[in-house]
């Protein structure tokens, strides 16, 4: 199912990623809170951080927009936007060149915001290199689009690799089920849903 999800996104070489007005890396909760009195928070999956500061570091675009994802039941965490920032100062990105949204809870929402750093005077359509997770980037885009962008997608956090390719003649554990097989399920039932809300097939 994951492959039918993220079908036709292929992973893309930065050699073959055009120039555009902005790089803009949507949020996914990346970053998760431990249990505890502390307030530690640890990566899930630093995909979509990481390409989008490659992409920078490549001069792929003037600026690098994280949207500022939040989570509203856990109102202690910064924006993820704001955590993102932070993290790439630290790998030696200049501050003048990071940007975040205002909180977001969707990408509808993460596409108005991002909306707003482009005036419409000067950017009747703007470019911009959309990095987010393959399994979200045709509903991302279709929704990007809609509120006026040209987009250039850049896929990554591929999740079919693991499931679709092995081969039980190779290991016969995938035989067995899994929980990593059951959380890749459970993501492409939620992208399909997404996609029906936004009637973005």
Do not use: C
Not at 24 to 48: A, F, M, Q, T
Request: a positive charge.
């Amino acid at each position: 199912m994951m492959k039918f999800i993220e079908h036709p996104w292929e992973r893309v070489e930065l050699k073959f990623t055009k120039k555009t007005d902005a790089i803009v890396v949507l949020s996914s909760g990346n970053r998760k809170s431990i249990r505890g009195k502390s307030k530690v928070l640890e990566w899930h999956d630093p995909d979509r951080f990481f390409a989008g500061i490659t992409l920078l570091r490549e001069s792929k675009a003037p600026k690098l927009i994280f949207t500022g994802g939040a989570n509203p039941y856990k109102p202690e965490i910064s924006l993820q936007g704001n955590i993102y920032i932070e993290d790439a100062i630290a790998y030696g990105l200049p501050k003048n060149k990071l940007f975040s949204t205002a909180k977001v809870f969707n990408t509808l929402q993460e596409a108005k915001a991002v909306r707003n750093f482009f005036p419409k005077k000067s950017f009747e359509n703007p470019k911009i290199t959309l990095v987010t997770s393959a399994y979200h980037m045709q509903r991302a885009k279709k929704v990007f689009e809609r509120e006026g962008f040209n987009v250039q997608p850049f896929p990554v956090d591929f999740k079919n690799n693991k499931i679709i390719y092995r081969s039980i003649f190779n290991d016969p554990y995938n035989l067995l089920p899994s929980a990593d097989s059951l959380m890749v399920s459970s993501l492409a039932f939620r992208e399909i849903i997404g996609r029906i809300v936004y009637r973005s097939w």
